[in-house]
């Protein structure tokens, strides 16, 4: 995946490397922003079975801050934020492989180099008994939830 | 024997009675004997589904899982109108968003399913949930307005399109908090496994519903613009939205 762009980054950042699932590495340029939840809204995405994204829908684009075309054939680890523990995906992806549902909160990482926390559901798309692909349901989380999830995480990593 | 024919009992008798002409339509365009059944309640009809007592059924978004992956029904059409949640106060109630909601909280709400469900989740940002509020369920969303407005509730929920539907005079002792928008969950026509194959021929004549004059005021007495034809794999998303946001 393409390392982050410093033109792109909205104020001061730091400097991060990301040790991805399949070996590789990305550089990432983190921000001290919050992007506000949408009042309302669902964010929506849609992987293959590889966890290539295939659909997503306007608020997932609103809230990445990348363009639909830059996102569609990306593994999720686009959004992947250093303060997320790898053991928090590790365990999203044993759940959604044996079938069964995940919900977790997980804090992204913006294009800009900003952050959004939301509460997120995934559920392998069966169809004739064959699993398909994965999708994703974000909601706003609450402000409590959230606060617990900093500490979880820091602990984690 | 006739098929079967029934409606999501989230409609109130008002527009019960655009349901019997869409019936009297369906015969004819279908050319068959249909019987159309309302059912009181959303369990009531669960039950009759169960029995494959139902044939073609204007069914709420909650029940499609059911329907489409144990009963074998397949998506013909859903309206333009997505289903969105509204949540309200009291207009008098100081509290001016979700976040200020505290536990305890009394919830006047129908028994429509969906409508519940987004109701609650849009309630989450509060720390809220079924264990720490009290539902308050109501025969009609009127009757959630007057709950509201007489003080015996705190929160409301509501289809959107019913609120909107309020007169002025009751939208006026009340206040929005939030409106969720989702836009991808509607109500959806379907077919029952007797009269699956004609899906194709159906979707064909409710989208071609607007077309002429007494269609589009079938149309208007359903409260619809047009019909949108729904292939299998927007069915199997919608369900797969609803099955991840059920707790
Ligand atoms: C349907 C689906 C949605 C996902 N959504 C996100 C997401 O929004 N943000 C994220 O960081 N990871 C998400 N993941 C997890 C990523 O696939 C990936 O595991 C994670 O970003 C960590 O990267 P890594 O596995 O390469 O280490 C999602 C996975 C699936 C199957």
């Not at chain 1, 928090?88 to 079938?99: I, M, R, S």
């Not at chain 2, 989230?10 to 279908?30: K, M, S, Y």
């Not at chain 2, 007495?221 to 797969?240: A, K």
Request: charged share 25%.
């Amino acid at each position: 995946m393409q390392d982050m762009n410093p033109s792109d980054i909205q104020g001061e950042y730091r400097e991060t490397t990301l040790d991805l699932y399949n070996g590789t590495q990305r550089k990432v340029l983190v921000t001290d922003m919050e992007t506000p939840y949408p009042e309302g809204k669902l964010i929506v995405s849609r992987t293959d079975t590889e966890g290539r994204i295939t659909h997503c829908n306007r608020s997932f684009v609103d809230m990445s801050g990348y363009e639909e075309a830059e996102i569609i054939g990306q593994p999720h680890a686009l959004l992947r934020h250093p303060d997320m523990p790898a053991a928090a995906f590790e365990d999203l992806w044993n759940t959604v492989k044996a079938g069964r549902k995940w919900h977790g909160y997980v804090k992204n990482l913006r294009k800009d180099g900003g952050y959004y926390w939301v509460y997120a559901t995934v559920i392998p798309n069966v169809r004739n008994g064959q699993v398909v692909g994965y999708t994703s349901v974000r909601r706003k989380p609450s402000r409590q939830k959230v606060e617990e999830a900093i500490q979880t995480y820091a602990s984690m990593s | 024997m006739p098929y079967q024919f029934t409606v999501s009992p989230d409609f109130g008798p008002d527009q019960l009675a655009g349901w019997h002409i869409f019936n009297t339509w369906l015969q004819r365009q279908l050319g068959t004997d249909i019987h159309f059944e309302t059912h009181d309640a959303f369990d009531e009809q669960r039950q009759s589904i169960s029995e494959d007592q139902i044939d073609i059924i204007y069914a709420n978004p909650f029940d499609a899982s059911f329907l489409v992956r144990e009963k074998g029904f397949v998506a013909v059409a859903s309206p333009h109108n997505p289903d969105e949640t509204t949540i309200a106060v009291h207009a008098d109630n100081p509290v001016t968003e979700v976040e200020a909601l505290q536990p305890g909280c009394r919830i006047a709400q129908t028994d429509d399913p969906d409508i519940s469900m987004m109701g609650m989740i849009l309630l989450e940002p509060a720390n809220l949930d079924r264990d720490n509020t009290e539902a308050l369920i109501q025969d009609s969303y009127i009757q959630v307005a007057k709950a509201l407005i007489q003080e015996k509730a705190d929160v409301g929920f509501f289809l959107t399109e019913a609120y909107e539907r309020l007169s002025n005079l009751v939208k006026s002792q009340l206040k929005p908090l939030v409106n969720s928008d989702i836009q991808v969950v509607s109500h959806t026509l379907l077919l029952g496994p007797a009269l699956a194959e004609r899906k194709d021929e159906l979707a064909g004549k409710l989208q071609a519903m607007s077309d002429d004059v007494q269609g589009q005021q079938l149309l208007d007495s359903l409260g619809f613009r047009s019909w949108n034809p729904m292939d299998e794999e927007e069915m199997e998303f919608m369900i797969d939205l609803i099955e991840a946001l059920a707790a």
